[in-house]
């Protein structure tokens, strides 16, 4: 992600209109029309946005304890008609339950906790992760 981790600062996502724009040209690029967006952690500042103002250009939507739920207000996360599953470990004891307070608006989601987990629950029970998002991917049309 643009300025994350080792990469260089990019002004284009300073706002989360950029941050829009920019998963949105990825997306295009990459010819994915429709997919189901997987959101751990610190690309909550990418896909919350995209999420909210995009939804109906994904089939579903995974957050895993995401960045930046508590940035929109209950009534946009109503207004989305996204399915999602939100997802987290049992041990994240702060991201994963404040963003399943936030998130819990969403009108189409579940809720799926991975028990003996961490805030990277993909990570620490991979097996478990991987059966949750797979039984959601499942039910989707």
Known sequence: MP???DSPPAEMVATAQGRVAFLDHVLQELGMWRPVLVSPSMSGRF???FLL???DRLAGFVPVA?????????????????PTLILYGD???SLGPQALQSLQHLPRHRVAVVPDA?????????EDFHRALLGFLRQLK
């Not at 805030?119 to 991979?126: E, F, R, S, T, V």
């Open 118 to 126: 961490g805030h990277a629950c993909y990570l620490d029970k991979p």
């Open 47 to 49: 896909a919350l946005p």
């Open 53 to 55: 103002a995009r939804g």
């Open 66 to 82: 995401p960045v930046g739920t508590k940035d929109y207000a209950a009534e946009r996360y109503r207004r989305v008609q996204t």
């Open 91 to 93: 041990r994240d004891a």
């Open 3 to 5: 300025g994350y981790g």
